[in-house]
C-alpha cells in the first residue's frame, strides 16, 4: 500500500543574486572592512503550510550548506513559528550548493518529506534570494540523503508554488492596496544622531540644510549659516569641509564663519548630491551657482553666472539672471547616473538641466519646457509652472520628482515633458508645505511635510498615493524641528537633517526583502500614529501558469490576529491576464498562524489573490506576512 503526503518547503536565504549591502571599502583610508572581505548567509525556514491540517507530518528542518574545500554548515530547525539562522564568514565567490529538507521527526529524524537543492553565489556582505518546493512523497525505505535525495522514498517534483513573503513581493509591480500597507518592523524608527550647536568641526549652525551619501557611506553635509559643506563618517566622525576659500580635514581647525565667491569659498550653500565617482555638487544658493569637487574636496568645475569654468579658473563674480546657465537662487539639486545635473533655480521658478560638462540641455517650469531662450519668471500653482522650485530627484526609471512650495510634487519624464502632480497635504495640516525628497531603494517617495508644526515625513508610492508617515515635534530621539533633506545608507538605513535641532538623524530603513513584515491596515506603524484605517484590500499581481490549470490551494500566514479583527481572502482568475472573472471567496475566517483552503473548481490561467483585512478597533490591526498559491 502507498501512501500519499503532499508536504511544501518554504526557504528563504540571502544569496549573491539580489544584493542589499553592496561590497564597499570602508572608511576614508579606503581599507576594506570584514563585511567587504567575507559574505554571511542568513536562511530563514518556515514549516510547510500544505501539511498543517497532518502536523505530525513534518516535525523539523534541517539544511546544509557544501562548497568544495569548505567545511560543511548545517542547521536544524524544529516544529515552530518561522525562524532565521545564519552561515556567517563565508568566502564570496560562486560553487555553493544549499540543500534542505522537512522530516516527520524532530531533530531531522524519521521519513524526509520533503528536499530540494539551490545553487548559490555568494555576494560581500548580505544578500537575498527565495525558492519554495513541492514535492510528493511515496512509502519507501532507504537511507535519507540530505545531499542526494530521499534514496527509498522515491521523492518527485510535484506542482509549482508562487509565494509573496517579502516587501519585495508585495510591493510588485502590477499589486494594488487600499487601507493596506507593507511594513517592516520598526522601520523609520530613530537609530542614533550626530551634531550639535556651535563652530567647531562635527558641530552645526542652527541652519543645516541638505545632505547627500556617497558609495562608501560618507555623508556631505551642507551648513547654511557657516557657509560651508562637512563630511562625514557613517558613524558621524567629521572628515573633512570645505568653505571659507579653503578646504580642510579633522586634524585641523576650520576656517573663521563667513562667505565668499572663491571656487572653496561658498555663501549659503543649500542643495547637495554626488554622481556615481563620488564627486560633489553644491548648489551655492547666494553665489546664484552650482560647484563641482572631487571625493576630496578639490574643485573641479562651476556652472552659473552665464558662464562655466574649471580647476585653475576664476570663478567670476555672482550675477542673479533669469538667462540659461544664470541662477536667481540656486536651491536644490540631483544628479542622474549618467551625469546630467537637475538644479532648482527657486526664485527663478524653474527647473535647469546641465550635461556632464556644464552645458544647458533644457528648462522646465513657467509654463513649458524648453532648449532655446527661457521664457520669463511666472510664479503660479499651475500644472508646469511653479511658485518655489525646491528640490529635485530622479527615481530609478528616470522620472524627475519636484517639489514646489505649494503643497505639491510634480513629476516629469526624461526629456521634461509634464507627466502629473500629486498633492503632499495631510489631515492635520491641509497647508503644509512640500519640502525635501527622497526616494528609497523600494521606490518609495518621502516627502517632508515643511513650514509650520506639525512636522513629519510622508511616505507615498510613485503614483503620489500616501502609505504611511513619521515624524512628531520636539527634541528627544527620533524627535524633529524643522526636518529636511533624506539619503539612503548602502546598509537601508537613512539619514535626515534636522535643521533647528542642529543635528543629522539616523533612521532604521525599510529592508525590502524583509520577511519578517508583511501587510496591516493604515496608520498603525511605529512611531507615528496617523488617521487609521478600519479596512483594507490588498490584490496580488496576476499569477501566470502559462496555461489553463486548476489552481491547487491557497495559503497565507496570519501573524497577529487582535480582538476585533479579521483576515478574508478571495481569488479571481483571467484567461488572459486583463479581463477578470468576480471575486470568489475562499475562507470566511482566519485563525493566527498558517491557513490554507482547496481552490475547488478554480480554474484558468491567470489568478490574483485578495486580502481583506477589518478592525472595529482603531487602535490594532491583523497583520498578514506571507500570501501564496500551488497550481
Known sequence: MRRFVTGLLTLLALCGCQTLVPARPAGPQGVESQAVQSASLNIRLSLPRETQALPTNTQSIKVLLRKTGLTDRTATVNTGTATTVTFSALPPGSGYTLYAASYSGLNATGTMLSWGTLPLTLASGLNTASFGLSVAVRSGTGVDDLVAGPAGNQAQQFGTQRLFTSMNDFNAPGAAASGIEVFFPNQNAFLAKFGSLGAANGQFSNSIQNLAIDSRDRIWVTDLGHSRVCQFDANGNFLRGIGGGVTWTSAQAPPATGSNATNLGLNAPFGVAVDVNDNLYVADSANRRVMK???????????????????????????????????????????????????????????????????????????????????????????????????????????????????????????????????????????????????????????????????????????????????????????????????????????????????????????????????????????????????????????????????????????????????????????????????????????????????????????????????????????????????
Not at 309 to 335: K, L
Request: charged residues 10%.
Open 293 to 631: 569637487y572631487d571625493p576630496n574636496g578639490n574643485f573641479l568645475m562651476g556652472i552659473g553666472n552665464g558662464t562655466v569654468w574649471y580647476a585653475g579658473t576664476t570663478a567670476p563674480a555672482p550675477v542673479s539672471g533669469n538667462a540659461n546657465g544664470y541662477f536667481a537662487n540656486s536651491y536644490g539639486i540631483d544628479v542622474g547616473p549618467d551625469g546630467v545635473i537637475y538644479v532648482c533655480d527657486s526664485n527663478n521658478h524653474r527647473v535647469q538641466v546641465f550635461s556632464p560638462s556644464g552645458a544647458f540641455i533644457r528648462g522646465m517650469g513657467n509654463g513649458t519646457t524648453w532648449t532655446g531662450a527661457a521664457p520669463a519668471p511666472i510664479a503660479s500653482d499651475s500644472a508646469r509652472y511653479f511658485t518655489t522650485s525646491w528640490h529635485p530627484k530622479l527615481d530609478a526609471n528616470g522620472l524627475l520628482y519636484v517639489t514646489d512650495n505649494t503643497s505639491r510634487v510634480q513629476v516629469f519624464d526624461g526629456n521634461g515633458n509634464y507627466l502629473r502632480t500629486f498633492s503632499a497635504v495631510a489631515p492635520d495640516k491641509p497647508t503644509a508645505a512640500a519640502g525635501f525628497l527622497g526616494i528609497s531603494p523600494t521606490g518609495l517617495l518621502y516627502v517632508v511635510n515643511h513650514g509650520s508644526q506639525p512636522y513629519f515625513t510622508q511616505i507615498f508610492t510613485p503614483q503620489g498615493v500616501v502609505l504611511s508617515r513619521y515624524g512628531t515635534y520636539g527634541t528627544g530621539d527620533g524627535q524633529v524641528n524643522r526636518p529636511e533633506a533624506i539619503e539612503w545608507a548602502s546598509d537601508g538605513t537613512f539619514y535626515q537633517t534636522d535643521r533647528s535641532n542642529m543635528r543629522v538623524l539616523r533612521y532604521r530603513g525599510i529592508q525590502p526583502n524583509a520577511v519578517t513584515g508583511g501587510l496591516r491596515l493604515t496608520g498603525h506603524r511605529q512611531p507615528d500614529t496617523p488617521a487609521f484605517s478600519n479596512s483594507g484590500t490588498y490584490d496580488t499581481p496576476g499569477i501566470d501558469a502559462g496555461a489553463s490549470t486548476t489552481w491547487g490551494s491557497l495559503f497565507w500566514n496570519v501573524a497577529s490576529q487582535p480582538t476585533n479583527t479579521g483576515v478574508a481572502t478571495a481569488v479571481a482568475t483571467s484567461s488572459n491576464g486583463l479581463d477578470w472573472g468576480s471575486w470568489t471567496a475562499v475562507a470566511g475566517s482566519s485563525a493566527v498562524g498558517n491557513n490554507s483552503a482547496n481552490l475547488t473548481g478554480i480554474s484558468g490561467r491567470f489568478l490574483k489573490v485578495r486580502v481583506t483585512l477589518l478592525t472595529t478597533d482603531t487602535s490594532v490591526s491583523p497583520e498578514v506576512q506571507d500570501v501564496g498559491v500551488t497550481y
